[in-house]
């Protein structure tokens, strides 16, 4: 059935324009779950992440180094990790946080998880043909929204942490000096991969492959890569998921085995 008010500008009972509902949606299905789900997960992920970033303890079981703390760059971190030592002797402050900008900037700004709080946080709007929370929407035209913008350069540290979190990883197959293989072994390498493909999966990434050209066609090699990111690109929100819940359980078991209350199973050449 269709709903059309008087004057031809939308449904019957919504008001025109963005903000300024008249009334709630039209919407017969259960349009909330989605951002409730989303809350709920970001709220818990959020938690956690404050939790294991500020703990400064148990972050090591050697070889595996939580990826919350990956690059560890003070003098309290394991001597072979990457960049150990760079920023000097600071035990007052977690190795976690001198780096943390670097992700957290790049997740803030991501369009996808923008559009995701957008909805579930600011109900702004909180749904498709659900009408905003606010009476006012400037959009990210203007501060402080406008700042979202940096998300192309965030994307360059993003590639950046995958090398360092590659290398984390290799790292992660050296027990003692032999080669060997264990559960957080496994652990780091799907984090990798599942980083990996959240990052190169970016629309940024992609406009960097593909964007500012006349004719794409003229440049073959841009034009395959651009098309193996869009591949990944339709996937984005499902690695961005993937990802963030799987750093979450790598930090969780890393810190369950260097702590003691978990014993790693692993072969060791
Ligand atoms: Fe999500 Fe760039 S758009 S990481």
Avoid at 24 to 48: E, I, K, M
Avoid at 154 to 162: Q, S
Avoid at 236 to 250: E, G, K, Q, R
Wanted: with cysteine.
């Amino acid at each position: 059935q269709t709903h059309t008010r008087a004057d031809g500008q939308g449904p019957a009972g919504m008001a025109a324009g963005r903000g300024g509902a008249a009334r709630a949606s039209l919407r017969q299905d259960h349009w909330w779950v989605a951002p409730a789900v989303t809350v709920a997960v970001l709220t818990g992920f959020v938690g956690y992440g404050t939790w294991a970033a500020f703990r400064n303890a148990a972050y090591y079981a050697d070889p595996y180094l939580s990826p919350f703390y990956s690059p560890c760059l003070t003098d309290s971190c394991p001597r072979d990790a990457l960049g150990s030592g760079f920023f000097g002797d600071l035990p007052w402050i977690s190795p976690a946080i001198p780096i943390l900008i670097f992700p957290l900037g790049f997740r803030l700004t991501c369009y996808y998880y923008r559009k995701a709080y957008y909805r579930s946080f600011w109900w702004a709007p909180p749904a498709c043909a659900v009408p905003d929370a606010r009476r006012k929407y400037s959009g990210e035209t203007r501060l402080p929204l406008i700042m979202q913008n940096v998300h192309r350069y965030f994307l360059y540290f993003g590639v950046l942490f995958i090398g360092l979190l590659a290398y984390e990883a290799v790292g992660a197959f050296g027990f003692d000096g032999h080669f060997g293989v264990g559960v957080g072994t496994g652990m780091l390498m799907v984090n990798v991969v599942l980083l990996g493909l959240y990052t190169f999966s970016c629309h940024s990434f992609r406009h960097l492959c593909g964007g500012g050209l006349r004719t794409l066609s003229a440049h073959p090699i841009r034009r395959q890569m651009w098309q193996a990111v869009s591949a990944l690109n339709r996937r984005h929100m499902v690695w961005a998921w993937a990802s963030l819940l799987w750093i979450m359980i790598t930090d969780l078991y890393i810190w369950l085995v260097a702590a003691g209350h978990l014993h790693d199973y692993h072969w060791v050449a």
